[in-house]
């Protein structure tokens, strides 16, 4: 080959369109390296395709100028449509990947492998075209290869149809957790054919878009215009005997108080009680879950909270189980559960500052007259206006005291703690209640009747007026939450001076002195 041919047909291969073409690529490919680091293998594999069939042109190109003959133009042909293919495979990457992202227009990611397919097909029927094949029948002949395709690859048209429909309403989009069937993991795929979910055991899962299409499936821990967040149920069981608002309060402050990774603080961990099943109660502590590839870390962190937090209170977790007891119930056993309560009951009289006078053997006789009665909290124990005699003695909790006008309106009037007591009025003078008594917390009292309370006045009279005084006190303190809610000029109802009570009380209860 003279050096004229050779310059000829280096004219031939090089020129200046050519540089730009190859310059374009190479700004692309770059482009496209370093901000897709997920695209590196197709990148790869599509500029190998590319620089072969570029080689192959230039050879075949160099072939045509020497005069060469036979299969050049066949092979020309087929290395301009791998030539076009490749390029074509570029720009959607480019179009789709860089473009798109710096427009933060989000299309699903589907479409780009179905639009490069369409752009593939069209190139593919204009290089027929230009060898000579007549555009009619390449349409005819396409459409019949497309009727029977179809007809025979129906499961992959669903698919295809099937994650586009899924990407395009916005159902699933990559780094969603889903549900399906039995099988848990994180979306990290969405192709044209199938999803991949990686599941928490690093299986990936694949599954078709027609199946997804077909069943339902449910995206984990998604809810319109809130972060993500999973509702996770720890279950556990503690022993009937203890106060439900106690281990209600202890499971969420563990929970609440330690800050646990991945734990959020809003909505807050809660917790409830959910039945009653035989010697246990079982509880329910919800929380919300944040990162949810951490789901079993998280639900053991958060029990062995719960389980401290109860053991510091000599709490203990319970399994369900059935004790069978034979008790030989003759009159010693009897008497020593009797006297075992009776003591238990002195023991809280004691530190009621209204019985503070009383004997040994007066106590123990109003023990064995009262009677224990417990309220959750928010329980009512008496409503304003409603008739009851008897006298409540708080031993533990704290019960609060309100006012109510005719309107419905209510007010708070004072507090009642361990030690006080409540319902004298209406006990000893027999007036509907003048407020309503409600639980602030879990409350036990201890409840005596108007027969019994009469009995004891008789031999002590001095508490008669010693309730008349407490009762004036408090008088004045629900007159001042009455004003609050009740119009001047109403008319007031007053019980009187301390003497009048006294009075009062005594015709009511029968102890009138002679």
Known sequence: MDTTSLNAMIGTIWSVDTALYLAAILVMSGLLWQRCPDAHRTLRNTLYLLG???????????????????????????????????????????LFRVIFELLRIRPPSILEEILVVVAYFVWAMLQLHRAGVPLGEIITTSAIATAVLAFAMQDTLGNILGGLALQWD?????????????????????KWRAISLETRNWETVVIPNGMMMKNQFMVLGERTNEEVKWRRWI?????????????????????????????????????????????????????????L??????????RQHIYAAL???????????????????????????QQAEITRRIDALTKVDLFHSL????????????????????????RQGDIDHHLYIITEGKADVTLRND???????????????FGEIG???????????????????????KDDFSALLMTRDEIIEEISQVVVSRQSALEQARNTIQPAGEERHSLGSVHDLVARIRHFLGTEQA
């Open 359 to 382: 004997s040994e053997e007066e106590l123990e006789n109003l023990a064995r007259r009262i009677e224990h009665r417990p309220y959750a909290t928010d329980d009512f124990i008496f």
């Open 311 to 337: 053991n510091r209170q000599n709490l203990r977790l319970a399994m369900p189980r059935q004790h069978l007891y034979l008790t030989k119930r003759n009159e010693s056993y009897l008497h020593h559960k």
């Open 293 to 302: 590839a951490r789901d079993d870390p998280t639900d053991s962190s958060v």
């Open 52 to 94: 072969i069939s570029l080689i192959g042109l230039a050879l075949t190109e160099a072939s045509f100028s020497t005069g060469s003959g036979g299969y050049g133009p066949v092979y020309h042909s087929a290395l301009v449509l791998l030539t076009g293919a490749a390029v074509i495979r570029l720009l959607g990457l480019f």
């Open 170 to 190: 916005h159902s699933l989009k990559i780094g969603d957790w889903v549900r399906v069937g039995d099988v848990e993991g994180r979306i990290v795929d969405i």
């Open 427 to 449: 006990m000893m003078t027999g007036d509907p209640r003048a407020a309503s008594v409600k639980a602030a917390s879990p409350l036990n009292c201890y409840v005596l009747g």
């Open 407 to 421: 309107s419905g309106q209510e007010c708070f009037a004072f507090s009642l703690d361990p030690g006080e007591f």
């Open 235 to 291: 279950w556990f069981n503690v022993d009937y005997s203890a106060s439900p608002d106690r281990v209600i309060q202890l499971a969420e402050d563990s929970v609440t108080l330690a800050n646990i990774p991945d734990v959020a603080g809003v909505p807050r961990p809660n917790c409830l009680l959910m039945e009653i099943d035989g010697s246990t109660a079982r509880y329910a502590l919800r929380y919300w879950l944040t990162d």
